[in-house]
Structure formats: structure tokens, C-alpha cells
């Protein structure tokens, strides 16, 4: 299993409070990525990141803001949660093989913003 | 714009039952990738194959099969005498050369397996 840790695991917050999740890897990948999971959507990007301190969109990054201070660290932060960011966040790495290298995945925290 | 669709939101079997699970896709790009997850009910996204657009060979992994056809657009997966262990949400999902480093995700299929 690759080395993925996602803090915390679960959370429930109300809604215009600022929240950060954090994702730890300890493979040394370069990419890192932060998806959300809603009923019938399948896991879509919200950014990801390609080395320390470079990050980019995705495709519903409206809302988050990400950081990447650490190799191993990447961070996703609501500034100001709202109901429909309500949902499973995975984080996911891969390594540079390519455009197809495959993303393997932590384990998820759910967030629950009322 | 790339496109996984996963017409199957829920399938139900008794166990030992062959299951096929279908994943059609869209994209512009010659060289593409694709991909199938496994979500058990404990929540993890569990790997289990990926295909590249050069590779239309299709793969046997014990009980699991895939089946990729570059004519109809499809990379389905089939359970052969399927288990209870084998209940989850399976997602099908595709990485274009030129999706930057977007990874789409269909929708899933609940898979069922009964005693």
C-alpha cells in the first residue's frame, strides 16, 4: 500500500468556518492531488500539485485553496466552508512516469459542513 | 473534454454469478489511459488494472477480466464466479495526454454479491 495518510478522517464543522485537511506521503512522489466524491460524480479534481510550491486547478476548484510547503505535505483549505462542500475528500499521488502513471489514494475524510 | 460513463448504478448477483461491469469512454487524444478502482464498503479506492490506448490485449487477473475495445469506445471488467468479498463501488476512469493531469471518473457501479 502506498504511503498515504489523510488528517482528519472525519469532521463536521458549521458553515463560514475556515477548515484545512491535510494529506502526508512518505513515497517521495512529486504529484499530489486532492479529489472529492459525491453520489454519482465518481472523485473529480479540485487541484493538484506538481513539486513544492507549484500547484494547479481542477476541475471544481472553486471554494478551495491548496498549499504545498513539504514534499510529503499537501494541504487543501476552505476558507469559508459552505453546505455543498459537504462531501469525501481523497487525496491521491503518483509518481512521473508520465501521463499515465496511475494515482493511488489515501483513505479519505469525510466532512460534513452544517 | 474527456467522458467516463458507467450506465450501471447498481448491480445485484448471488454469489458464484458471472458480472459485467461497463465503462464507455470519450476523449479526443490519441494516447490515453484507463484505469479501474475498486471502493470496498470500508471506503478505500483499492488500484486494480490500467490500460494504455496502445494496448487493446485483453487481461486476466485470477477472477478478474478486462476487455478493451478501441471500436466501441469501452474497457469493461468482468467478475468470473463472483464473491461476497467482492461487493463495492467499482469506478472506471480515463487520463487523455492532453487532460493535463485530470483523472475522470465515472460515476461507478454498486456491485451487490449475495449469499
Known amino acids: ?114 | 473534454a474527456q467522458k467516463v460513463t458507467q450506465a450501471q448504478t447498481e448491480i445485484s448477483v448471488v454469489e458464484k454469478e458471472d458480472v459485467t461491469l461497463d465503462c464507455v469512454y470519450e476523449t479526443r487524444d490519441t494516447t490515453y489511459y484507463l484505469f479501474w478502482y475498486k471502493q470496498p464498503p470500508s471506503g478505500e479506492l483499492v488500484f486494480l488494472i490500467r490500460r494504455n490506448s496502445f494496448d487493446e490485449q485483453n487481461e486476466i487477473s485470477g477472477r478478474y477480466s478486462w476487455n478493451f475495445q478501441k471500436s466501441t469506445s469501452s474497457f469493461n471488467f468482468t467478475i468470473t464466479a463472483s464473491q461476497v468479498v467482492d461487493s463495492a463501488v467499482y469506478f472506471c476512469a480515463l487520463r487523455g495526454e492532453n487532460a493535463g493531469n485530470m483523472l475522470t471518473f465515472g460515476g461507478g457501479t454498486r456491485l451487490m454479491v449475495k449469499p
Open chain 1, 1 to 114: 500500500d502506498a504511503g498515504i495518510t489523510q488528517s482528519p478522517r472525519h469532521k463536521v464543522t458549521e458553515t463560514g468556518t475556515p477548515v484545512t485537511l491535510r494529506c502526508h506521503q512518505t513515497e517521495n512522489h512529486r504529484y499530489m492531488y486532492w479529489y472529492r466524491q459525491d453520489p454519482g460524480h465518481g472523485l473529480r479534481l479540485i487541484h493538484y500539485s506538481y513539486g513544492v510550491k507549484d500547484t494547479d486547478k481542477g476541475e471544481v476548484s472553486d471554494g478551495y485553496s491548496v498549499s504545498r510547503s513539504k514534499t510529503e505535505d499537501f494541504l487543501l483549505t476552505l476558507e469559508s466552508a459552505t453546505s455543498s462542500q459537504t462531501s469525501v475528500y481523497f487525496c491521491a499521488i503518483s509518481s512521473p512516469e508520465g501521463v499515465g502513471e496511475t494515482q493511488y489514494f489515501g483513505p479519505g475524510t469525510r466532512l460534513l459542513v452544517l
